[in-house]
């Protein structure tokens, strides 16, 4: 069976994941998300696998606007097995029921969803892990994706759990925290005089928020809140302008590459 694994990934947590992936499973390509948003839709394979992180105990807005705007365009044919992974750090919350509905409301029935634990990237809440932490959550981690690509090998039938509560419920409280997170993204970054003006953060952003002016990031209103920027400034000059946890994640393992834009 050939496999197309469409990932979101801030840090290269989910990106790792995706990677693991598409080398276990041997017929598998990895689509990042942020690709499709506005090229031509891509051909869908026999199985489709959707791999990303939680923020706030949700889905990415990215990756719901993907679902909303952009599934719908894709011819869905081919497809037999559907699955999800996601990364999280505690708990995955909403996430998995709200993709379900997601999905479902675009004819898709979602077979199989599972979620791996990585360090977690969210710095105003958490200090940003040790080479000691990293090591020991991505020894876990190979553990668990051997399990999930043996799982999704057989084809093996696991739907998200249901929470009791209601769609309307659930689809309330997404859209509050979207607000949310747009809101304090907005406000949360400035730069610092250690920014080189390397462009790094304009290509990486999966949202195309940032803009280079006069050498220097500016941050726009259409942030997703993944904190790539942040982590992964080679200078460490992007701050947030309130107080947070203290630290950054670079995450070499992952060996997260990926650029938007030129
Ligand atoms: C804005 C934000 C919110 C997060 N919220 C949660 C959460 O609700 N639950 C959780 O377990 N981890 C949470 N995390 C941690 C990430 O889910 C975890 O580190 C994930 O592996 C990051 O994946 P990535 O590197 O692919 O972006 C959050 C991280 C960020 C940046
Ligand atoms: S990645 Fe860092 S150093 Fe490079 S332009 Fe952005 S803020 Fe400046
Ligand atoms: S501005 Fe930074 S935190 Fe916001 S989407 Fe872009 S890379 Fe992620």
Known sequence: MNHTILCFSGTGNSYHVAN??????????????????????????????????TYYFLPPVTVVEFI????????????????LVTTKNLSGGWTH??????????????????????PNTYIPAFT??????????????????LKIAREIRK??????????????????????????????????FRVTSACDGCELCFRICPTGNIEMVYGKPIFLS??????????RCPKEAIVFTRRVSSGRY?????????EYRE
């Open 20 to 53: 693991r992936l598409r080398v276990i499973l041997e017929n598998a390509r990895v689509v990042m998300i942020p690709d499709l948003m506005d090229d031509e839709p891509i051909e869908l394979t026999e199985a489709v696998g959707l791999v990303f992180p």
């Open 97 to 118: 029921p709200i993709t379900e509905i997601l999905l479902r409301d675009r004819g898709i029935a979602l077979g199989y969803a599972s979620s791996v634990r990585f």
């Open 155 to 188: 084809e093996t039938i696991r739907p998200p759990f249901r929470f009791p509560l209601t769609r309307f419920m659930l689809e309330k409280r997404m859209e509050r925290r979207f607000e949310q997170v747009k809101q304090s993204a907005r406000a949360s």
């Open 222 to 231: 259409d942030c997703s809140g993944c904190l790539g920027c942040y982590h």
């Open 128 to 145: 940003a892990p040790n080479i000691m932490q990293i090591e020991f959550y991505y020894k876990h981690a190979e553990k668990k994706i």
């Open 250 to 258: 670079p995450n070499h393992e992952a060996h997260f590459d990926k």
């Open 68 to 83: 909303e705007r952009v599934f719908p365009k894709l011819d869905l044919t081919p497809v037999r097995y559907f699955y």
